[in-house]
């Protein structure tokens, strides 16, 4: 189950996010569904456009299944998906 204590260990796909800080006004403010990940990036859906957001610098607002809002540093999870379990414990 995903909660705000282990969310940067699990698949941020399918969870709505905002970019909620950046050093790239361009970035700032995008919201929408996470459609894909890479080690750096962020691919964010904003209604029929992907927009790739870095990680790295950015701030980003999760909403959780619950409707619970979980705030990250895009610092904090710039790793593999499959690789933040085993380098975040």
Not at 37 to 42: D, G, P, Q, S, Y
Not at 52 to 66: A, E, M, S, W
Not at 75 to 86: C, E, G, L, Q, V
Request: hydrophobic residues 35%; charged residues 30%; positive net charge.
């Amino acid at each position: 189950m995903i909660t705000a204590g282990n969310l940067r260990l699990h698949e941020l796909i399918g969870l709505n996010a905002l970019v909620a800080e950046s050093p790239s006004l361009p970035h700032k403010g995008i919201k929408g569904l996470v459609v894909d990940e890479t080690k750096n990036t962020l691919v964010i859906r904003v209604g029929t456009e992907e927009k790739i957001v870095p990680k790295k610098g950015r701030v980003f607002l999760f909403t959780l299944p619950g409707r619970e809002k979980v705030r990250l540093e895009g610092d904090k999870i710039a790793y593999r998906p499959y690789d933040r379990p085993k380098k975040l414990r």
